[in-house]
């Protein structure tokens, strides 16, 4: 299967973008977090952070971002575990 990789830390997503990624894949922004991530630690852990901030958190720090999110179409899932990827029907 052809596939495009998307270097999102060489070339960050917009917000609008990964606002976009998450919706398709049904993930709010907490549940996309890399938790074990300085950035976390930094800028997330222990802070009432809305939507929108961790957005904009994202973006700035694309490390935070859960992957791989992978996108067939208009749907998008994590996909971890890779068993995930069953739900695009592409495997």
Do not use: C, W
Not at 31 to 55: M, T
């Amino acid at each position: 299967m052809d596939f495009e990789s998307v270097h999102y830390i060489e070339k960050p997503l917009s917000a609008s973008n990964l606002r976009q990624l998450l919706h398709s894949a049904g993930l709010k922004p907490q549940e996309a977090l890399r938790k074990n991530e300085l950035a976390y630690q930094e800028h997330v852990a222990g802070k009432d952070l809305n939507d929108a901030q961790l957005i904009q958190l994202m973006t700035k720090y694309p490390e935070l971002i859960q992957r791989p999110i992978v996108v067939h179409g208009k749907k998008a899932v994590l996909a971890r575990p890779i068993d995930k990827l069953s739900e695009l029907d592409i495997v």
